[in-house]
């Protein structure tokens, strides 16, 4: 069991920059695929970025490819998501999950099997 707990969400003028953290709770971090997803009002969830148990690959929704990226340190059982270039409809509640022992990247909302509280980024133009 783990447990994950995100920050780092505000507001921020188009343009701008925040950096989301996930800090997870529990054993076995290191061996979980984790992923950040985002739902605006009246959206579904949709994917956003994924990165493997080691970190050595990533993978991004192609509406902030080249503007966001994810990264982890194992040794700090945290997850992060640098957001660079941000813009109005990026405003969301992120979330970040976890899939336990996924050999690489999971892109599917469905294979996560935990999910923090969701942090709310919202995007002035």
């Known amino acids: 069991q783990v447990q994950l707990v995100e920050s780092g969400g505000g507001l921020v003028q188009a343009g701008g920059s925040l950096r989301l953290s996930c800090a997870a709770s529990g054993r076995n971090f290191r061996t979980y695929a984790m992923g950040w997803f985002r739902q605006a009002p009246g959206k579904e969830r949709e994917f956003v970025a994924a990165?493997?148990?080691?970190?050595?690959?990533?993978h991004y929704a192609d509406s902030v490819k080249g503007r966001f990226t994810i990264s982890r340190d194992n040794a700090k059982n945290t997850v992060y998501l640098q957001m660079n270039s941000l813009k109005p409809e990026d405003t969301a509640v992120y979330y970040c999950?976890?899939?336990?022992?996924?050999?690489?990247?999971?892109?599917?909302?469905?294979?996560?099997?935990?999910w923090g509280q969701g942090t709310q980024v919202t995007v002035s133009s």
């Open positions: 999950a976890g899939d336990p022992g996924a050999a690489g990247i999971v892109l599917n909302v469905g294979l996560y099997d935990y």
């Open positions: 990165i493997n148990w080691s970190g050595g690959t990533t």
